[in-house]
Every structure is written in C-alpha cells, then in structure tokens.
C-alpha cells in the first residue's frame, strides 16, 4: 500500500472508531447482557458485538477488497487467518472484564495490516478520552502529541505492566503468579491494568517501563504492541519460555 492509500485508511478508521467509542462510552454506564467464550471468565457483552460490526461494516463498505480479523467473528467461527492481503484486526472491546464492571480501562483497538506488517494502529479509551494512533514509520502519538518510551533500564526502577490472563487451568495460574514472585521483589512495581492494548499503549506513553503477557491473540496486539509501542522506541519479543528468571 502506498502513503496516500495508509492514510486514506487511517482516516477512515479513525472516524469509525470515534463512533464505536460513542457506543462503549455510553454502554458502560449501563447494565450489560453478558455471555462467556473459553471459559466463565472469558467475556463477551452485547456491546462487543455492536462495536465489532460497526467497525467491520463501515470498513467493507470504504474498502471492498480488505479482508478482516475480528475478536468477536472469530469466537463466533469465522477464520483468523492472516493473508499478504489488507487486513483490518479488531479488538472491539479490549478490557472486557473492566467494561463489565464499570472501570474506565476499556479501549477499542484497531490495526491494519498488508503484507503481514502492521501500518496503522489506532487504540481508544473513549472513558479518558485517550487516542494512540501510530503509522508505520511515522512515530507513536496520543491525543494528536507525540509519545515515547521511558527509556528506564533499571529494574529496580521499571514499573512493570502484567496481566493475569482469562485462563484459569492450574498450571498456567501457577506460571502467572510464580512470574509474578519472581518479578515483584525486583520491580519498582507491577500493575495490571485489564486491557493488553491499553497495558501496551501505557508503556509507548512512557507511563510504565515494560510490558509483559503469556498467550496474548492477536486482536490485544496487531495495534498497540506490533505498532504503536515500537513506533515509540520500544523493543517488542515474544517469549521463548513462559517463566521469568
Ligand atoms: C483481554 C484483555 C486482558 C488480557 C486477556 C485478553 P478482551 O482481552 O486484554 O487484559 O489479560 O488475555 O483476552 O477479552 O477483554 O478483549
């Protein structure tokens, strides 16, 4: 895709993901109709839906050809296969459990990719009012300003963003909080903020100095950690090994 076809797409998206932070902004006041995935804290609301389809709607009707990734198609079957073609991955709600109870750390994450590369992230918290936006090549920003990491590479210093993750089988709770020992006593501190975009977006705003989390999709992490972060100066692995040492 060329510059003027990046931001062509951009431009759109980021019209059609203001009007799907109108739909969270308000829906979160509300009462939820709440339905579980994978298991009974794996959530799903009605508003995850609506958002999903307004975003994947508005994008097919501007861009015919692009083919799409969304959170909430593929619990609902459809394929999550990503091709050289334009593709749009969309976490509609990231942060659901948060959403469901009312806490501000909600976002809609949006990335597209072509070529299997990441050229436009666009990641909103309507709540707090908080846009990240990144192109490729073209720097991270929030709220039209331009962000960058901390650049902290003292541990003993570093805020750390962890999640905990949805899955709930033994073993993997046992990995979760054996990192979470090994880690904790070293940190200057660890956080968890609910939402892997919002998590990740923190750490390209320099508000936090690292970011980790096991068996992430690719809808928490086609905007905020193939993009947005890396756009503001960060590193970005997937782990080899799922404890820390
Ligand atoms: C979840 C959030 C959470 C992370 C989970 C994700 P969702 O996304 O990002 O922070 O720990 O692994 O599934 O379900 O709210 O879109």
Known sequence: MDSAEIEQCFEV???????????????????????????????????????????????????????????????????????????????????????VHSLP???????????????????????????????????????GERIRVSGQKDLSQALIFAEMGTSRDPEKVKTVLTNLTTLMPRAHGVRGMGS??????????????AYYHLSLHCWDTAAAASLLVVEAGASCVTLQAAHLT
Not at 125 to 133: G, R, S
Not at 196 to 209: F, M, P, Q, R, V
């Open 13 to 99: 998206a980021l019209g059609l993901v203001k009007e799907a932070g109108q739909v969270v902004r308000e829906a979160i006041k509300k009462q939820k109709t709440i339905e579980t995935k994978s298991c009974n804290v794996d959530l799903v609301t009605e508003s995850d839906k609506a958002v999903e389809k307004l975003l994947i709607e508005g994008l097919a009707k501007a861009f015919p050809s692009h083919k799409f990734i969304g959170e909430e198609s593929t619990a609902a079957g459809a394929k999550c296969v990503l091709t050289h073609d334009p593709t749009w991955i969309i976490d509609p709600i990231d942060g659901t459990m948060n959403f």
């Open 105 to 143: 750390y909600t976002c809609v994450s949006v990335g597209l990719w072509a070529g299997k590369e990441a050229l436009v992230g666009i990641i909103f918290n309507p709540v707090l009012d908080q846009m990240f936006t990144a192109k490729k090549g073209q720097g991270a920003y929030l709220n």
């Open 196 to 209: 892997a975009a919002l998590g990740i977006a923190s750490i390209a705003a320099g508000w936090g100095d």
